[in-house]
């Protein structure tokens, strides 16, 4: 069954660095738009970045500048490094495999959470 397994939250200080990863199998990751996405206690959901399988990026207006998505398509995983952490980007941040045909797939999530 596919299966998408975030990595790499924690806490950190207001101004620094995290890497979250998000490991994929079952299913063939290179064609997959891969993703974050991000919600916060008491908010939607929302869009962090995502990445095609032509390396073609885009992200949430509130991370540009900050964030970047990569993806290691031998190793099967797609990566967020997070920049300049504001408080603000506290949320659990989820990852997500998107093919327009067939939908999509979400991993568990994991904590990110930034102190002032």
């Known amino acids: 069954q596919v299966q998408l397994v975030e990595s790499g939250g924690g806490l950190v200080q207001a101004g620094g660095s995290l890497r979250l990863s998000c490991a994929a199998s079952?299913?063939?990751?290179?064609?997959?738009?891969m993703g974050w996405y991000r919600q916060a206690p008491g908010k939607q959901r929302e869009l962090v970045a995502t990445?095609?399988?032509?390396?073609?990026?885009d992200f949430g207006d509130s991370v540009k500048g900050r964030f970047t998505i990569s993806r290691d398509n031998a190793k099967n995983t797609v990566y967020l490094q997070m920049n300049s952490l504001k408080p603000e980007d506290t949320a659990v941040y989820y990852c997500?495999?998107?093919?327009?045909?067939?939908?999509?797939?979400w991993g568990q999530g994991t904590q990110v959470t930034v102190s002032s």
């Open positions: 997500n495999a998107r093919r327009m045909d067939v939908g999509d797939y």
């Open positions: 079952g299913i063939i990751f290179v064609i997959y738009t």
């Open positions: 990445i095609t399988s032509g390396r073609s990026t």
